[in-house]
């Protein structure tokens, strides 16, 4: 398994709050992304990031932002939690530096739920 | 809008049988293929890469590639029922469009 983790992996919060997700990997990967993932949408991309403090926005980015301080660590973090960010939240690291080298792998996933 | 259609199944095939899954996708430039297996609860994990057309094995799996109809395949031989999974087919470079999967069933 790639070295990717996730924290929490499960977590339940109320409606307003404000709650951070965390990706670490131990790959030194250049590329790290934010998915969520649910029923009849699949996996969309929310940010991912192309080195240290280099992001952008992916296909489903309002309401939440990210950082990347370090290489190792991506953050998401949702500013006011609602209740249409139910979902699981996938983290994935890619080479990405050339085409043969764009396999992006999964963390374990986190299921946050917003009541 | 880059698009990856699948069909959302279940494909049901039985023990031993060859399942062949499908996958169109838009964006005609794409360069890199993926096809991904999906335990329920679990996360994404790669089961094949292609990036050029024609066909690529590996173990009881080949994946097809044809860039000029748009349509990436996956075949997978001598299916068990530890292969009931869904599968993701994703394409792109950097940023990857994934397909909705499509559930497989293989019965004993």
């Known amino acids: 398994d790639a070295g990717i983790t996730q924290s929490p992996r499960h977590k339940v919060t109320e409606t307003g709050t404000p709650v951070t997700l965390r990706c670490h990997q131990t790959e030194n990967h250049r590329y790290m992304y934010w998915y969520r993932q649910d029923p009849g949408h699949g996996l969309r991309l929310i940010h991912y990031?192309?080195?240290?403090?280099?992001?952008d926005k992916g296909e489903v980015s309002d309401g939440y932002s990210v950082s990347r301080s370090k290489t190792e660590d991506f953050l998401l973090t949702l500013e006011s939690a609602t209740s249409s960010q139910t979902s699981v939240y996938f983290c994935?690291?890619?080479?990405?530096?050339?085409?043969?080298?764009?396999?992006?792998?999964f963390g374990p996933g986190t299921r946050l739920t917003v009541l | 809008q880059k698009e990856v259609e699948q069909n959302s199944g279940p494909l049901s095939v039985p023990e031993g049988a060859i399942a062949s899954l499908n996958c169109t996708y838009s964006?005609?430039?794409?360069?890199?293929f993926f096809w991904y297996r999906q335990y329920s609860g679990k996360s994404p994990e790669l089961i094949m890469s292609i990036y050029s057309n024609g066909d690529k094995e590996d173990g009881r799996f080949t994946a097809q590639l044809n860039k000029a109809s748009q349509y990436v395949s996956l075949l997978i031989r001598d299916s068990q029922p530890s292969d009931s999974a869904t599968y993701l087919c994703a394409v792109g470079f950097q940023k990857l469009v994934f397909g909705t999967g499509t559930r497989l069933l293989v019965s004993p």
């Open positions: 964006d005609r430039g794409s360069q890199s």
């Open positions: 994935a690291i890619s080479e990405g530096t050339s085409v043969m080298a764009d396999t992006q792998y």
């Open positions: 990031s192309y080195g240290v403090k280099d992001t």
